[in-house]
């Protein structure tokens, strides 16, 4: 059974910094595609990061370009997304997900393993 579990998300001011983290139980990210989503209230949950091959490739939405950077470490077998220069408009849950087979490109859906969301709150 694969568990996704999600930390890191919180309170912060427009322009500040957050640091989530994704953690997996019962597999490893070394070779897996793995997305971010995030939902805001009363919208559609949508794609903000992901890679593909453990890293060798990454994909981003393009209201988080330059600003959001996802990354694996693996010593840990966890999934960062680092947040910079945040706007109230990232106010959101965010997703960390996995897929079950390893694809040749970032999907922006069809992810089999989701985790339960963190809060990403961005103050004005």
């Known amino acids: 059974q694969v568990q996704v579990v999600e930390s890191g998300g919180g309170l912060v001011q427009a322009g500040g910094s957050l640091r989530l983290s994704c953690a997996a139980s019962g597999r490893s990210f070394s070779s897996s595609t793995v997305g971010w989503f995030r939902q805001a209230p009363g919208k559609e949950r949508e794609f903000v990061a992901g890679f593909i091959r453990g890293g060798d490739f990454t994909d981003y939405a393009v209201s988080v370009k330059g600003r959001f950077t996802i990354s694996r470490d693996n010593a840990e077998n966890t999934v960062t997304l680092q947040m910079n220069s945040l706007v109230p408009e990232d106010t959101a849950v965010y997703y960390c997900?996995?897929?079950?087979?390893?694809?040749?490109?970032?999907?922006?859906?069809?992810?089999?393993?989701w985790g339960q969301g963190t809060q990403v709150t961005v103050s004005s």
């Open positions: 997900a996995a897929k079950r087979v390893a694809t040749l490109y970032v999907p922006r859906s069809g992810y089999d393993y």
